[in-house]
């Protein structure tokens, strides 16, 4: 079969839509279609029905489903032990959504060139819908994800509990104030948490990013709440304030790695993950 078909149905299956798929693939739509009707004739069988909001699976598709992640695992395994550099063992990709790359996945990077020299590596970094496909069908073997979509041939363990925490520039901030609390959307749990807390306000400015939201209070002042891990330069230089009566949010990481990886190089690796994720989580609770 040619991998590009089982890759094509994984795409329609995470965006929902043989349109969306097509965007995330950077191909025609008439490709997505055509690639899906080769599928179908394989099998034998169809495997989505189409309708205006999108593409649902059938019965044969959510079979195919189970199966799928694990064919492309397997390809992207033979490409990976293939590719070695010449003096190494293997090749380990690892790879994080936007927000955990400063500083997680970067001092678990040092963690593995220091810890296993004899181990090349591949970083990714992207958004999570994108990040958690590439683990799923075995293009990233291991990765650190923020609320982690369940999907076939994934393992999925919590990783630690960020804590989010008010911080502001003004000293004597006791309280979000509309006119200067930037509301960072950490997500759904965070949303409902943040609305029992503080019915009452309704800030002028909303972000999705927590690095520029953090950039924008350090440039323009205010308030937010934010990762406690990254606040800590900001805490010591006296740049940023934390009021310790104000509510802190649980924020879980989970560390996400494909079912097929290479058990001996990802067991070590994540080994390695989890010492530096207890070693930041020490140093924040520093600050409190």
């Known amino acids: 079969m040619n991998i590009e078909l089982a890759k094509t149905f994984i795409a329609i299956v995470s965006t929902g839509s043989f349109l969306k798929a097509s965007e995330r693939l950077n191909v025609a739509q008439t490709t997505v279609s055509a690639r899906i009707r080769i599928l179908e004739q394989l099998l034998g069988r169809d495997l989505f029905i189409r309708h205006k909001g999108g593409a649902t699976l059938t019965p044969a598709g959510q079979q195919f489903l189970h199966h799928a992640p694990m064919f492309i695992q397997l390809w992207q395994r033979t490409l990976h032990q293939v590719a070695v550099p010449p003096g190494r063992r293997a090749v380990l ?17 040092q963690w593995i060139r220091e810890a296993h020299a004899d181990i090349a590596l591949r970083v990714r970094v992207d958004v999570p819908k ?59 749990e965070f949303t409902l948490q943040h609305e029992m807390n503080f019915p009452d306000v309704t800030p002028d400015i909303q972000m999705d990013l927590g690095p520029l939201a953090l950039n924008y209070i350090l440039s323009a002042g205010g308030s937010g709440y934010f990762r406690l891990s990254t606040l800590q330069p900001y805490v010591a230089s006296g740049k940023l304030h934390l009021v310790p009566e104000m509510p802190m949010f649980s924020y879980p990481v989970y560390a996400v790695q494909s079912i097929n990886a290479d058990r001996g190089v990802a067991d070590a690796a994540l080994a390695g993950l989890h010492a530096v994720a207890n070693s930041k989580a020490e140093r924040s609770d520093i600050l409190l």
Not at 94 to 108: D, F, R, Y
């Open 93 to 109: 990709t690892v790879g994080s959504e936007v927000s955990l790359a400063q500083p997680l996945l970067l001092n678990w990077i």
């Open 130 to 188: 994108d990040m958690i496909s590439h683990v799923a069908s075995g293009e990233v073997d291991l990765a650190i994800m923020y609320a982690p979509q369940h999907l076939p041939g994934l393992k999925i363990d919590l990783l630690m509990e960020e804590k989010l925490v008010f911080a502001t520039t003004d000293p004597k901030r006791r309280f979000p104030d509309n006119s200067d609390y930037i509301y960072m959307d950490w997500g759904a």
